[in-house]
């Protein structure tokens, strides 16, 4: 079956922009997490959609927020983009909500603010 | 507060030599504690996690309660299986839980 997608793979943005990035999961999955890689800090946990409803949200300004559609696939948003948001953001799908369950990974979009 | 501390950045080992990742957890109720693995140019995937007590690819990994650990070690390193490891925690923080990664591993396995 297909792996989970982002789209787009890299991204170039200007400070002050705004932008969107999508995630579709495996098919059946109706979890969808998305995090933020940078080499300082790590993998840090974004939010959770389950359901289209967000479920759990990390440590992340207001300027971070995503959705997810009937067809479980998420967008991520960024507005008012800060030269710290230059990160790989990683989604991840998940059959279920809640701990126990693997998470499948996409390969993530580079996003670079200059 | 919830933490996943990896010490080593960097771990070097010869092949057919034994390998350990270390990996330390701060969690005050009963952790759900897991190890992904990137290798080059691949996506993060699960490797293995604590309560199928399985072992994947010769890796095996004991939760120690006592010591809180949880680290990944294999008797005999191959090339192959060199790339970039994280240890992660599913913990409940708020009323909901996520997976709380540490900063990562890298091993190279030299021939």
């Known amino acids: 079956k297909a792996g989970v997608t982002q789209t787009p793979r890299y991204l170039i943005k200007t400070r002050g922009q705004q932008v969107t990035l999508s995630c579709s999961p495996i098919?059946?999955?109706?979890?969808v997490s998305w995090y933020q890689q940078t080499p300082g800090q790590g993998l840090q946990f974004l939010f959770e959609y389950f359901s289209e409803t967000q479920r759990n949200k990390g440590n992340f300004p207001g300027r971070f927020s995503g959705r997810q559609f009937s067809n479980s696939r998420s967008e991520m948003n960024v507005s008012t983009l800060e030269l710290g948001d230059s990160a790989l953001y990683l989604c991840?799908?998940?059959?279920?909500?809640?701990?126990?369950?693997?998470?499948?990974f996409g390969q993530g979009t580079r996003l670079t603010v200059v | 507060a919830q933490r996943v501390t990896q010490p080593e950045k960097l771990l070097s080992v010869f092949k057919g030599a034994p390998v350990e990742l270390k990996c330390n957890y701060s969690?005050?109720?009963?952790?759900?504690l897991f190890w992904y693995v990137q290798y080059s140019r691949q996506r993060l995937q699960l490797l293995l996690r604590h309560i199928s007590r399985e072992s994947i690819k010769g890796f095996t990994a004991d939760l120690n309660k006592g010591e809180t650990s949880f680290h990944l070690k294999k008797p005999f390193a191959q090339e192959e299986d060199s790339a970039m490891y994280y240890c992660?925690?599913?913990?409940?923080?708020?009323?909901?839980?996520?997976?709380?990664f540490g900063k990562g591993t890298k091993l190279s396995v030299k021939p």
């Open positions: 991840a799908s998940s059959l279920r909500a809640g701990g126990g369950t693997e998470a499948f």
């Open positions: 969690y005050s109720g009963s952790p759900e």
């Open positions: 098919s059946g999955h109706r979890s």
């Open positions: 992660a925690l599913f913990g409940y923080g708020g009323s909901q839980g996520n997976l709380i």
